[in-house]
């Protein structure tokens, strides 16, 4: 009989918690930021993400598909 384990991740991450943070000050007035500065983590992950994306497929392109 074989044991597994099974992890499972929940939650708010990172980027999450620091644009809830960001939002928080915001609506209290502790910070005046633009909202574009105060949404800024997901804007710049989701930047983030599809440049690597890009970057990943011109590779993937580059070698013609092979390994």
């Known amino acids: 009989m074989s044991a597994t384990t099974q992890s499972k991740s929940s939650g708010?991450?990172?980027v999450g918690l620091l644009t809830i943070v960001?939002?928080?000050?915001?609506l209290t007035g502790a910070i005046a930021w633009s909202w574009w500065w105060v949404l800024s983590p997901l804007w710049i992950?989701?930047?983030?993400?599809i440049v690597v994306f890009v970057i990943a497929m011109a590779v993937i392109a580059g070698t013609g598909g092979r390994r």
Request: avoid cysteine; glycine fraction near 16%.
């Open 45 to 49: 992950s989701t930047g983030l993400a």
């Open 12 to 14: 708010v991450g990172f």
């Open 22 to 26: 960001f939002i928080v000050l915001k």
